[in-house]
């Protein structure tokens, strides 16, 4: 049984999406579809950058869908006979919804350019921060935050794998957290190069912002059962998924839970679309799985001839 799987912020790079689109006409008219549904040259930005441009949240947001999608669609893969259930890793989710047929191509990106731009301006610069606690599990991470919250907002962000959780809040606690993230029992705290405290208590503005835009799409029942982050379970009733999708800006990334959930609803392959950050979390949580990271026209050959 097969999963595909779609990653978040972080794995934006220049030149994503370059060769994938000389090599195919599906990729080029996914990144048309997309710069036409935002009425900006997202493609030209992904391709040529700047990077400090395309790493903005409401660019990156977008660009990571795009990429995905271009993958997938290059790829010729039919999804309801291919694979069993789709997740994603907080923008993800939005990836593979779309790839789920939930919500169209151009209302994938513009909900996502939406989100970007509300995450960003739901906290000021430098007032929220993102930490990594490496060598952590969630119920020690949890006992961090506890502990150094201090009144400050600070929440387990991500829970991505069996070593690794992400927290985020104001930026005083966060910087707290990692200072004693050793004297936990932690390898490291490393604070992450982000622009806002994502997947707290502090994006209930963004939440809002996201709510009424998620009442005025259209969604539809997706093709295959839909693993949600906030739950760490399949979701399939449209109604369900606006509510997931509006708790999940404020809630927590489940990832490490659902990925041992769809491991043990059957799951033995799951292959990453367009990104190679979230195949090492899975042989993590499920070291006995296949994993297959597809981001290159080569990588596309591979998983055409091996499905």
Known sequence: MRAFIFPGQGSQAVGMGAALAEASAAAREVFGEVDEALGQNLSRLMRDGPIEELTLTENAQPAIMANALAVLR???????????????????????????????????????????????????????????????????????????????????ANDNDPGQV??????????????????????????????????CRLMQPAADAMGEALGEAALAAPAVPVYANVTAAPASDPDEIRDLLVRQVTGMVRWRESVAAMAEAGVTDFVELGGKVLGPMVKRIAPDANVTSVVTPDDIDALVGGI
């Open 166 to 199: 992400v927290i985020s809040g104001h930026a005083a606690a966060v910087e707290r957290a990692v200072a004693a993230a050793r004297d936990h029992g932690f390898k490291r705290g490393i604070l992450l190069p982000v622009s806002a405290p994502f997947h």
């Open 74 to 156: 290059a790829s010729g893969v039919d999804l309801p006979a291919k694979a069993a259930f789709v997740a994603g890793h907080s923008l993800g989710e939005y990836s593979a919804l779309c790839t789920a047929s939930t919500f169209d191509l151009a209302t994938a990106a513009r909900l996502l350019k939406l989100r970007g731009k509300a995450m960003q301006a739901a906290v000021p610069v430098g007032v929220g921060a993102m930490a990594a606690m490496l060598g952590a599990g969630l119920s020690e991470a949890q006992r961090l935050v506890s502990e150094t919250g201090e009144g400050d907002v600070l929440d387990v």
